[in-house]
């Protein structure tokens, strides 16, 4: 099955900086990778996500870039503000069972 | 907020009871999902359905059970059986099972096993 690692755990930033979250993993089949935004005591909400077949994705100030080769994909987020502050997750699709593996989070912190 | 609920929102139980933990969604979806949130520890998946009647055990299914008989329903026992039960449980739906297809996640319901 799939397996997701999710670096770094803890991120602080100064506002107005760039923050880059880093997941790899291990199924090369699969083809789905999303991104989940969750603030204090809410629910995830997802805020990008990308397919197989595209290397990056932007919206706004984020993007989400792609390596197939490498099996990773990263979480850029550009001009940070402090109501970025949050856990981010990212995910893959696991094609084998139809399910989505999660990384274990990493706790933005954006600085005034 | 995406059209799937999740109640309640607290729930306190002594050690050694059964707990039910509620999940409905109206948004047509066929796959349905429960995971557990540890701090720390991301969400880890207990169970998921993918069409009505049917189920299957995510990564740490032991001590919890699930029913899917209506589509827009898919509760989470919560048995005696499970060592470490408080825990924020989240429940999620999506369109379907297959490619790229969102997960939306319910508001969670907070369970503290004293």
């Known amino acids: 099955g799939e397996n997701v690692e999710q670096h770094p755990s803890t991120l602080s930033v100064q506002e107005g900086d760039s923050a880059v979250i880093k997941c790899t993993y291990s199924?090369?089949?699969?083809?789905?990778f999303p991104w989940y935004k969750q603030e204090l005591g809410k629910r995830p909400q997802l805020i990008i996500d990308?397919?197989?077949?595209?290397g990056e994705k932007k919206d706004q100030r984020i993007a989400v870039t792609l390596n197939k080769t490498a099996k990773h994909f990263s979480l850029h987020i550009t001009e940070t503000q402090p109501e970025d502050s949050a856990v981010y997750f990212c995910?893959?699709?696991?094609?084998?069972?139809?399910?989505?593996?999660f990384g274990t989070g990493t706790r933005l912190l954006v600085s005034p | 907020d995406g059209g799937i609920t999740q109640s309640p929102k607290y729930l306190f139980r002594k050690e050694g009871q059964n707990v039910t933990l509620s999940c409905e969604q109206n948004?047509?979806?066929?796959?349905m999902y429960w995971y557990r949130q540890d701090p720390g520890q991301g969400l880890r998946l207990i169970y998921y359905?993918?069409?009505?009647?049917?189920?299957q055990k995510g990564d740490i299914a032991e001590g919890y059970s699930v029913s899917r008989e209506k589509k827009e329903s898919f509760p989470l026992t919560v048995t005696s059986a499970q060592k470490n039960p408080t825990a924020f449980y989240l429940c999620?739906?999506?369109?379907?099972?297959?490619?790229?297809?969102?997960?939306?996640f319910g508001p969670g319901t907070r369970l503290t096993v004293t």
């Open positions: 999620a739906s999506s369109r379907d099972r297959g490619e790229g297809t969102e997960q939306y």
């Open positions: 199924d090369s089949a699969s083809n789905y």
């Open positions: 990308i397919r197989s077949n595209v």
């Open positions: 995910a893959a699709r696991d094609t084998g069972f139809q399910k989505l593996v």
């Open positions: 948004l047509n979806h066929d796959a």
């Open positions: 359905s993918q069409i009505v009647n049917d189920f």
